[in-house]
């Protein structure tokens, strides 16, 4: 059984245009969480009710087993790193250096030499304004800072948003270093599905201010496959095929493995070939509802 | 670190299978010589882009069938492979692939007779050609 490091029980919060919740969701700590939705199904609140930046109207939040009914002590906030989705407006106009030294004294784990390697590393412009510096420039400030700060918690707002792609590797590298050096808790807010593939343990779904689930990376991607099948609409009706696509002769199924390997010994069908499906494929399929309920919810061997 | 591990992502094989697999064979072939200290979880979870449940999985499942030790804090060891276990390893590995083949044949409505005559002209031609390479040296 692994530590949590955030615990959401029944969670709610009205706003003005919609409500978030209620949100049932365990963090485990050590491992790297990412967070996927369409636009506005309330990922970037949910970060925020993490760091209590907004307070639930209702249900409870735990922090590494803790419960803090007020905000969060200070001991606690100094150990959580954030990359928003939007920076923010104070420190517009200071220089990357500046804004280092300003959040050096904030986090007292805070690393000036790992900060410096980061902005060297990303290619941050020195002695210019952050206001000054192009998008994907800030996102890669924003991303040395709040590594640099050392954090048991980290979370990721749309990181990549506005980065090169040579950037972007850069931060998949320093990213997968800090979580192979310490004890990190990594929630990662996304839109990109190399992102996930390339760091995900977990896949959270949130849409319309809900979690739909949780589930393990690989038992995910693991859970369809697509056949090419002998025959045609019966055998794929009898092996309870989502989707098929008729061909000659044969058709292209997409099943769930376990129970459609059974399934076609039992028929008789003959299996011409068997593949596994993409990310994309299957965040859809999750999307659609199409999910095995057994898998939801259910975190794996740990 | 790394070691040579290669996923194919469009296999039907389970990842944590595929993974498994191919470090067992590694160990129980030699490959990994005994004391070899394994990649990390999170190491070999980043390098193949699988996830890192995935990984403790494996190490456990070797663990388990006394391939692998780890020493808390340290790492994880490749471990002493009994003479014994390395004969029946090479075994089933060759029984598994000479099924696979025997089952192609099968699909093809290949008959038996064909099928044992071809076995045969293949050993003679792989043989030889392994007995070539063998005296280039």
Request: hydrophobic share 40%; glycine share 8%.
């Amino acid at each position: 059984m692994t530590d949590l490091a955030v615990k959401l029980s029944g969670v709610m919060k009205s706003g003005r245009r919609k409500i978030i919740g209620p949100i049932d969701l365990e963090i485990p700590a050590g491992h790297v969480t990412a967070v996927v939705g369409p636009n506005g199904s309330g990922k970037s609140t949910l970060l925020h009710l993490m760091m209590k930046t907004i307070h639930p109207d209702g249900g409870t939040l735990e922090w590494f087993g803790q419960h803090h009914d007020r905000s969060l002590p200070v001991e606690l906030q100094q150990h959580i790193g954030y990359v928003p989705e939007i920076s923010i407006y104070e420190e517009n106009s200071m220089t990357a250096e500046e804004a280092g030294a300003f959040r050096g004294y904030w986090y007292p784990k805070w690393d000036t030499a790992h900060f410096e390697e980061l902005l060297n590393r990303f290619g941050v412009p020195r002695g210019i304004r952050l206001s000054k510096m192009s998008k994907g420039e800030r996102r890669k400030f924003e991303i040395s800072a709040a590594l640099a700060c050392r954090p048991k918690l980290l979370l990721l707002d749309e990181p990549s948003s506005g980065l090169d792609p040579f950037a972007w590797r850069e931060m998949i590298g320093a990213l997968r270093t800090l979580l192979a050096e310490e004890e990190i808790t990594i929630v990662l807010c996304t839109h990109i599905v190399d992102e996930i593939r390339k760091l995900a343990d977990y896949v959270i779904l949130m849409r319309d201010g809900r979690n739909y689930g949780m589930v393990e990376k690989d038992a995910l991607l693991a859970c369809f496959q697509e056949w090419w099948i002998r025959g045609g609409q019966e055998e794929a009706r009898r092996l309870g095929a989502l989707e098929t696509e008729p061909g000659l002769g044969m058709v292209k199924v997409l099943v769930n493995p376990v129970q459609a390997e059974k399934l076609a010994e039992a028929a008789r069908i003959e299996v011409l070939r068997r593949r596994s499906i993409e990310m994309e494929e299957a965040l859809e399929l999750w999307i659609k509802g199409h999910l095995p309920e057994g898998l939801k919810w259910n975190r794996g061997t740990l | 670190m790394w070691i040579p591990i290669q996923i194919n992502e469009s296999s039907a094989e389970p990842l944590y299978h595929q993974i498994e697999t191919q470090l067992r064979s590694m160990i129980v072939s030699g490959q990994l010589g005994e004391g070899t200290l394994l990649p990390s979880i999170r190491e070999l979870a980043g390098s193949l882009n699988c996830s890192a449940i995935t990984v403790r999985r494996v190490y456990q499942d070797l663990e388990n069938e006394g391939l692998l030790r780890t020493k808390q804090g340290t790492g994880t060891f490749v471990s002493k492979v009994e003479e014994e276990q390395r004969g029946t390893y090479k075994q089933t590995l060759v029984q598994e692939a000479l099924e696979a083949a025997i089952d192609s044949a099968i699909a093809v409505q290949y008959s038996k007779e064909e099928l044992q005559a071809l076995f045969l002209e293949m050993i003679e031609k792989k043989y030889k050609a392994a007995g070539k390479g063998g005296n280039a040296k």
